[in-house]
C-alpha cells in the first residue's frame, strides 16, 4: 500500500510538472492578428477596460453605439492594483482570446501610461486612420506616445490643476476673497506656508490632508522617480513636499487624512475649516459632491486660483488594444471625444469638464458669459485652467509612479499619524516597493 | 433549612450574572446588525455628518439606488451568488456524504490510509493553493466560469469528517444490510435509505456551506472580471472603491444589507433545526 | 449482485469495490483542483518569476534563493517572515483567549440542569449570527466606529479624553484589539455550539454520581467536565488555530491593505498577498509553502489526535453506545 502511494505521488508530481511546463507565462504574441486594415469586417462585441464609471457616463451619454454591436464594461476597482492586475491578465491573454472577448479599448492613467504604452499590446493608432487633431494638448499626446513618438491613444480631457479655495474663509483670513488678490497671497511656496500661519491662528486648517500638496510637487519633479539603473531618486520637489508636509502637521495646519479619506471630504462641508483643496476641473467636480451636498454643503462659495506652483493631476487615456477587431469604431470614438465640437461643448457646459480641445476650451475661456455655478460662484473656471494648461509639460514620468506616490504617501502617513519615526516609515516604504517591483534598487537602509 | 436558602440565594444570583452575560453578548451580537440596517436608511450626507441610532427616511432611496445601479447589477450579482452558493452546497454536502459513507461502510483496502489522507489535507489553508489553481484555471480557460468555483466544493474534507461523525452516531450497519437483502442497489439504498437518515447533519453543512460560498472573496475576485458573472462580495469591493465620484456611503450600505439578507433570513428561519443538527451531530467527545 | 447475496455472508467486505467507487468523486476533484495547484504553488516557488509591467522576468531556476530571501534579515535585524508570523499569532491569540473561555463559559451554562435556562434557542441563534456577515462588511462597520471622523473619536473628543491628534489606527494594540474583537464576535457562537455538543456527549450519569458523592460545581467542572471535553476542546482549539494562520480578510480591510500601524497587524497571508499582486509568483510560492509546513506541523498534531480518537470510537463500539444513551436521558 505504501508502494502505491509512492507511485499515486511520482504521479502527481509528474503530471503537476508537465503541466507547470505548459504552464509558464510565455509571453503572447499579440502582433500577431494585431493591426488588421480599417477596411476588415467589424466586430459585434467591443470590450472596453475601466476602472470607474467616469468615462462610461460620458459614453453613454454622447457615443452613439453603431447597431449590432454590443459594448461590454469590465471594471475592476484600481485600488491595491486591481484593475491593472486584471488589465495586464487579459492583454497577456489577449493573442489566444476568441475574438468577441479580446479587448479593444482600454483607459490608463498617467500615473502608469507609460507601461501600456510602450508595449506591444498597445496598437499605433494612425493605422485605423486616426489622425492626431492640432486641437490637441501636446502632453496628452506625449503621455500617449511610446518611445519611438508612435501615439496609441488620446485622452478626453486635459488636467491642469488649481487651487479651490473657500471664500468666506479667505475673507476671513487674508480680508478678501477676490481670485487675483488670493492669488497674490499665495503665489509662492514661501507666501502659500505663511498664509497657513494665518489660517492657523484664526482656527483654519489650510489644506484638509497631507497629502494635498503632493501633486503639486510632484508633478514638477526634474528626474524621474527611477534612474536608468532602476535607482530610485528623491527628487527636490519630492523633498520639498515632505519638508513642507513636516512644517504643516508639526504646526497643525493640516490633517493627517489621506487624500481620499473621510475626515478630509467632511471638510468639504459647510461646516469645514478648510481654506484650500488641490485640484483639476475633474476633482471638483466629481470629488467634491460633499460640498455640492443640498443640506450640508456649501456650493458658491468656491473659487479657483492658479496657487504657488502651476501643475496637472491625473487624467484618462482611451488607449486602443492590438488586436481590436473594431477599428472603426475606435477611431469613432476617438474623433467624438477629441474633435467633435458639439459633443465636447455640451461636456464642458452640462458636465464641467475641461475637454481635450484647444479650439472648445478657448470659446469657452472668452465667453464672458460662461461660468461655473454647479459648485465654483459662477467664475469662468475655463479662462484659469486655459493659462495653466499652457505650461503642462510630460517628462520625467517612469511605469512606476503610481506604486511610488501612493506608497510613499502610504507610508508617510504613519508617521504623521505618530506610529512610527520618519526613518521607520521609509524603511517601509522601501520594503513596499520591493514586494511590488522586486527589479528596484532601494536606498541601504 | 439554612443551607437551601443560602443554596437558593447563590442560585439567583448566578442566574442574575448569567443572564446579564448572555444579554450583553447578544445585545453586542445584534448590535453590528442594528448599525448596518441604521445606516442602510440614511443618506450619503447624514453618514458623513455623524453617528446615530435612530433611522432616518431615506430606506426607499437607497434601496432605488442600489437596485438600479447601471454597473453593479445587484439582482444579476444576487442570482450568480444564488447559483454557485446553492451548487456549492448541493455538491459538497451530497458528496462528502457520499465519501463519508463510502469510507464508514466498506471495508477496503488502503480505508485507514484515506481517513488519515483527508485528515491530513483537512488542515491546509485554501491560500497555499490559490496561486497555482488560478494559474492553471488560466490556462484551461475557467477563468470566467463558474466551475472553478463550485466543482472543487466535491472534495471538501471537514465535511467529509463531520459526515463520517455523524455516520458513526446514527447509521447502523443493519440497516444497510437489511437494504441488501431487499435487492437495493448500493446507490440506491445510499440515496434512498442512508440519505434521509443523516438529513440534519445534510441541513446544518447545506446552510454552512451555502453562507461561506456566498460570503467568499478571495478566490473568485482572482477569477471573475466580466460584468455579468460577478458575485455580491465582488460587487461590494468594486462599489466601495470604484467611484469618488459618486460615493454614496448610503447606497454601500444598503447593498452590504441586500448581501446579508438572503443568508440571514434563511438562517434565522432554519436555526432551530441548525443548531439541533449542530449538537447532536457534531464531533462527539 | 442478487447471486452474491447469501444468508450469512452479508460481511461488507464483499462490497470492496463500492468504497472505492464512492471515494472516487472526492479524490479526482481533490487532485485536480487542490493537489496539482499546490505541486504548481511549491514549483512556482524555486524560480525567481515575475513581472515589471507587461515584461515577464524568468522564470529562471532559483533553487532555494526565494526562500533565503525570505528569511534574510533587513538591516535592523527583522526578518519580515517572521515579524508577520508573530502578528498573526499575537492578534490570533488575543481573540481566541477570550473566545474560548467565553464559549467554555456557555457551554457549561447552557447544559446546566441546576441553573435551566430560558430562552436557550434565542441565544443560540443571536450568538450564532455574527458568525453570517462577510468579515469584509464587518471590518468596514468597524473601521467607521473607530475612525478619525467617527462617532467613538468624537464621543472621547467632546469628553474631553482625547484630542483630535489621537487616532486609534496609530496603535499596535488598538488595532490590534479591533482585529482580536472581531474574529472573537465571528467565531465564539460557533465555538460554544460545538463545545456544547462535547458536554451532552458525556455520560450524565458521572455527573449524578459525583453530585451523590458530595462534589460541587467547580469540582464537577475541573475533575469531570473539563477532562472528558479535552479531545474536542483540543479539536476546537486547532481548527481554530488553523483559522488563525489564515486571518486576511479582517485586516486587510480594516486597515486598507496598509497594516497599520508599522505593519504590526500586516498578517502571513497578507503578505503573501502582496507579493501575488505584484505578480511575483516565485516569493508568493516560497510564502505558501512556508504557510504549508506551519500548518502541516499544526496538522501532524490534529491528526495524532484525532486519530487515536477514530481509534477508541471504531474499537470500543459499548464505550460509544453508552455515550448515546447518555446524550438521550
Known amino acids: 500500500?505504501?508502494?502505491?502511494?509512492?507511485?499515486?505521488?511520482?504521479?502527481?508530481?509528474?503530471?503537476?510538472?508537465?503541466?507547470?511546463?505548459?504552464?509558464?507565462?510565455?509571453?503572447?504574441?499579440?502582433?500577431?492578428?494585431?493591426?488588421?486594415?480599417?477596411?476588415?469586417?467589424?466586430?459585434?462585441?467591443?470590450?472596453?477596460?475601466?476602472?470607474?464609471?467616469?468615462?462610461?457616463?460620458?459614453?453613454?451619454?454622447?457615443?452613439?453605439?453603431?447597431?449590432?454591436?454590443?459594448?461590454?464594461?469590465?471594471?475592476?476597482?484600481?485600488?491595491?492594483?486591481?484593475?491593472?492586475?486584471?488589465?495586464?491578465?487579459?492583454?497577456?491573454?489577449?493573442?489566444?482570446?476568441?475574438?468577441?472577448?479580446?479587448?479593444?479599448?482600454?483607459?490608463?492613467?498617467?500615473?502608469?501610461?507609460?507601461?501600456?504604452?510602450?508595449?506591444?499590446?498597445?496598437?499605433?493608432?494612425?493605422?485605423?486612420?486616426?489622425?492626431?487633431?492640432?486641437?490637441?494638448?501636446?502632453?496628452?499626446?506625449?503621455?500617449?506616445?511610446?518611445?519611438?513618438?508612435?501615439?496609441?491613444?488620446?485622452?478626453?480631457?486635459?488636467?491642469?490643476?488649481?487651487?479651490?479655495?473657500?471664500?468666506?474663509?479667505?475673507?476671513?483670513?487674508?480680508?478678501t476673497d477676490v481670485p487675483e488678490e488670493v492669488q497674490a497671497a499665495i503665489d509662492s511656496w514661501e507666501k502659500f506656508d505663511a498664509v497657513a500661519a494665518q489660517a492657523k491662528e484664526k482656527g483654519y486648517y489650510m489644506t484638509a490632508s497631507f497629502a494635498e500638496t503632493f501633486r503639486a510637487f510632484s508633478n514638477n519633479c526634474t528626474k524621474p522617480w527611477v534612474d536608468e539603473n532602476n535607482n530610485i531618486q528623491f527628487d527636490d520637489q519630492i523633498t520639498a513636499w515632505i519638508d513642507q508636509t513636516d512644517n504643516f502637521i508639526k504646526n497643525g495646519y493640516t490633517l493627517t487624512a489621506g487624500v481620499w479619506d473621510q475626515e478630509k471630504t467632511n471638510q468639504m462641508f459647510a461646516d469645514g475649516k478648510t481654506m484650500c483643496f488641490f485640484g483639476p476641473a475633474w476633482y471638483y467636480n466629481f470629488s467634491m459632491t460633499n460640498a455640492m451636498d443640498p443640506e450640508a454643503g456649501c456650493a458658491g462659495d468656491w473659487c479657483i486660483v492658479k496657487g504657488p506652483q502651476a501643475y496637472f493631476w491625473g487624467g484618462t487615456w482611451l488607449l486602443a488594444a492590438a488586436?481590436?477587431?473594431?477599428?472603426?469604431?475606435?477611431?469613432?470614438?476617438?474623433?467624438?471625444?477629441?474633435?467633435?465640437?458639439?459633443?465636447?461643448?455640451?461636456?464642458?457646459?452640462?458636465?464641467?469638464?475641461?475637454?481635450?480641445?484647444?479650439?472648445v476650451v478657448k470659446k469657452f475661456a472668452e465667453d464672458p458669459e460662461y461660468g461655473n455655478t454647479a459648485i465654483l460662484d459662477g467664475q469662468n473656471d475655463i479662462a484659469v485652467f486655459y493659462e495653466l494648461a499652457k505650461d503642462i509639460k510630460w517628462e520625467n514620468h517612469t511605469n512606476y509612479d503610481q506604486i511610488l506616490n501612493e506608497g510613499l504617501q502610504n507610508k508617510l502617513q504613519e508617521y504623521y499619524n505618530g506610529s512610527v519615526d520618519k526613518d521607520t516609515a521609509m524603511k517601509n516604504f522601501y520594503a513596499y516597493v520591493k514586494e511590488q517591483y522586486a527589479n528596484l534598487v532601494v536606498p541601504e537602509n | 433549612m439554612n443551607d437551601n436558602t443560602k443554596g437558593r440565594i447563590q442560585l439567583i444570583f448566578l442566574r442574575v450574572v448569567v443572564y446579564s452575560i448572555l444579554v450583553f453578548l447578544s445585545l453586542l451580537c445584534i448590535f453590528f446588525f442594528y448599525l448596518m440596517v441604521v445606516n442602510a436608511t440614511r443618506s450619503n450626507a447624514e453618514l458623513a455628518k455623524g453617528f446615530t441610532l435612530i433611522p432616518s427616511g431615506n430606506f426607499f432611496t437607497n434601496l432605488k439606488n442600489a437596485w438600479n445601479d447601471s454597473s453593479i447589477n445587484i439582482p444579476r450579482g444576487m442570482l450568480n451568488s444564488l447559483i454557485i452558493a446553492l451548487a456549492t452546497a448541493v455538491l459538497t454536502t451530497y458528496f462528502s456524504a457520499l465519501t463519508a459513507y463510502g469510507v464508514h461502510v466498506y471495508d477496503f483496502k488502503g480505508k485507514k490510509l484515506v481517513f488519515t489522507f483527508i485528515m491530513a489535507i483537512m488542515m491546509i489553508p485554501a491560500q497555499v493553493s490559490a496561486l497555482g489553481f488560478v494559474q492553471l484555471m488560466n490556462k484551461l480557460h475557467l477563468n470566467n466560469s463558474f466551475i472553478p468555483l463550485i466543482i472543487p466544493g466535491i472534495a471538501a474534507p471537514v465535511v467529509f469528517f463531520y459526515m463520517k461523525q455523524y455516520m458513526e452516531s446514527v447509521l447502523p450497519l443493519d440497516v444497510i444490510n437489511a437494504a441488501r437483502v431487499d435487492g437495493s442497489s448500493e446507490f440506491r439504498t445510499f440515496n434512498t435509505i442512508v440519505l434521509p437518515m443523516i438529513k440534519p447533519a445534510i441541513a446544518v453543512q447545506m446552510i454552512f456551506s451555502f453562507v461561506s460560498s456566498w460570503n467568499n472573496y478571495f478566490v473568485p475576485a482572482l477569477l471573475l472580471d466580466k460584468a455579468e458573472l460577478k458575485t455580491v462580495p465582488i460587487m461590494i469591493a468594486q462599489l466601495r472603491s470604484a467611484d469618488y465620484s459618486k460615493f454614496d456611503m448610503g447606497k454601500v450600505y444598503m447593498f452590504i444589507l441586500l448581501a446579508i439578507l438572503p443568508v440571514l433570513i434563511t438562517y434565522i428561519i432554519l436555526s432551530k433545526s441548525i443548531i439541533k443538527g449542530v449538537t447532536s451531530g457534531s464531533v462527539k467527545g | 449482485m442478487k447471486d452474491q447475496l447469501k444468508p450469512g455472508k452479508l460481511k461488507s467486505v464483499s462490497y470492496a469495490k463500492w468504497g472505492y467507487i464512492f471515494i472516487i468523486p472526492f479524490f479526482v476533484v481533490y487532485i485536480g483542483f487542490t493537489l496539482i495547484p499546490q505541486f504548481l504553488t511549491l514549483y512556482n516557488s524555486l524560480f525567481e518569476n515575475y513581472r515589471v509591467g507587461l515584461n515577464q522576468i524568468g522564470p529562471n531556476y532559483v533553487g532555494l534563493e526565494n526562500y533565503k530571501a525570505l528569511f534574510t534579515a533587513q538591516s535592523d535585524g527583522t526578518i519580515l517572515i517572521l515579524k508577520y508570523t508573530a502578528n498573526t499569532m499575537i492578534m490570533w491569540l488575543m481573540g481566541a483567549v477570550p473566545q474560548f473561555v467565553i464559549a467554555l463559559l456557555l457551554a457549561v451554562f447552557f447544559t446546566s440542569a441546576r441553573l435551566n435556562i430560558k430562552g436557550q434557542g434565542f441565544f443560540k441563534t443571536v450568538i450564532y449570527m455574527p458568525n453570517l456577515i462577510m468579515a469584509a462588511a464587518f471590518s468596514m462597520l468597524i473601521f467607521t466606529l473607530f475612525s478619525k471622523v467617527g462617532p467613538i473619536q468624537l464621543f472621547l473628543e467632546q469628553q474631553g479624553i482625547i484630542d483630535h491628534s489621537f487616532d486609534f489606527f496609530a496603535y499596535r494594540i488598538s488595532v490590534r484589539s479591533m482585529v482580536a474583537f472581531m474574529n472573537f464576535l465571528?467565531?465564539?457562537?460557533?465555538?460554544?455550539?460545538?463545545?456544547?455538543?462535547?458536554?451532552?456527549?458525556?455520560?450524565?450519569?458521572?455527573?449524578?454520581?459525583?453530585?451523590?458523592?458530595?462534589?460541587?460545581?467547580?469540582?464537577?467542572?475541573f475533575r469531570i467536565t473539563l477532562p472528558l471535553l479535552m479531545p474536542i476542546f483540543v479539536y476546537c482549539l486547532i481548527t481554530a488555530m488553523i483559522g488563525g494562520i489564515q486571518m486576511f480578510d479582517v485586516p486587510q480591510?480594516?486597515?486598507?491593505?496598509?497594516?497599520?500601524?508599522?505593519?504590526?497587524?500586516?498578517?502571513?497571508?497578507?503578505?503573501?498577498?502582496?507579493?501575488?499582486?505584484?505578480?511575483?509568483?516565485?516569493?508568493?510560492?516560497?510564502?505558501?509553502?512556508?504557510?504549508?509546513i506551519m500548518t502541516g506541523v499544526l496538522g501532524g498534531v490534529v491528526y495524532k489526535m484525532l486519530s487515536a480518537q477514530y481509534k477508541e470510537k471504531t474499537s470500543a463500539p459499548k464505550y460509544h453506545r453508552k455515550l448515546q444513551r447518555g446524550k438521550e436521558a
Open chain 1, 1 to 175: 500500500m505504501k508502494k502505491l502511494l509512492v507511485i499515486l505521488l511520482a504521479a502527481l508530481m509528474l503530471v503537476s510538472v508537465v503541466a507547470c511546463g505548459t504552464g509558464t507565462n510565455e509571453p503572447a504574441e499579440p502582433g500577431d492578428k494585431a493591426t488588421q486594415a480599417p477596411a476588415a469586417e467589424q466586430g459585434k462585441v467591443f470590450n472596453i477596460y475601466a476602472w470607474n464609471e467616469e468615462f462610461k457616463g460620458f459614453f453613454e451619454k454622447y457615443y452613439k453605439v453603431p447597431e449590432g454591436v454590443t459594448v461590454n464594461w469590465i471594471i475592476n476597482p484600481s485600488d491595491n492594483g486591481v484593475y491593472q492586475q486584471k488589465l495586464d491578465e487579459a492583454l497577456l491573454n489577449q493573442a489566444n482570446a476568441p475574438t468577441d472577448e479580446k479587448i479593444d479599448m482600454f483607459l490608463a492613467e498617467a500615473d502608469y501610461i507609460g507601461k501600456y504604452v510602450d508595449s506591444d499590446y498597445t496598437m499605433d493608432i494612425s493605422t485605423i486612420g486616426y489622425k492626431n487633431a492640432p486641437t490637441m494638448y501636446e502632453y496628452t499626446i506625449k503621455a500617449a506616445s511610446d518611445t519611438k513618438g508612435v501615439c496609441k491613444g488620446v485622452s478626453f480631457q486635459c488636467c491642469p490643476a488649481a487651487v479651490i479655495y473657500r471664500k468666506s474663509i479667505a475673507k476671513d483670513v487674508l480680508g
Open chain 1, 323 to 359: 488586436g481590436s477587431d473594431n477599428a472603426e469604431m475606435l477611431k469613432d470614438i476617438f474623433e467624438t471625444f477629441t474633435v467633435n465640437t458639439e459633443v465636447l461643448e455640451k461636456m464642458v457646459k452640462d458636465d464641467n469638464q475641461y475637454v481635450n480641445n484647444t479650439d
Open chain 3, 186 to 221: 465571528m467565531w465564539f457562537g460557533n465555538t460554544t455550539i460545538v463545545l456544547m455538543a462535547g458536554i451532552m456527549g458525556i455520560d450524565q450519569s458521572i455527573f449524578e454520581s459525583a453530585t451523590i458523592d458530595g462534589a460541587n460545581a467547580w469540582k464537577v467542572f
Open chain 3, 253 to 292: 480591510v480594516l486597515t486598507k491593505g496598509n497594516g497599520l500601524p508599522n505593519e504590526t497587524t500586516r498578517t502571513l497571508v497578507m503578505y503573501l498577498n502582496g507579493y501575488l499582486g505584484g505578480k511575483n509568483y516565485g516569493m508568493a510560492g516560497a510564502i505558501s509553502v512556508i504557510i504549508f
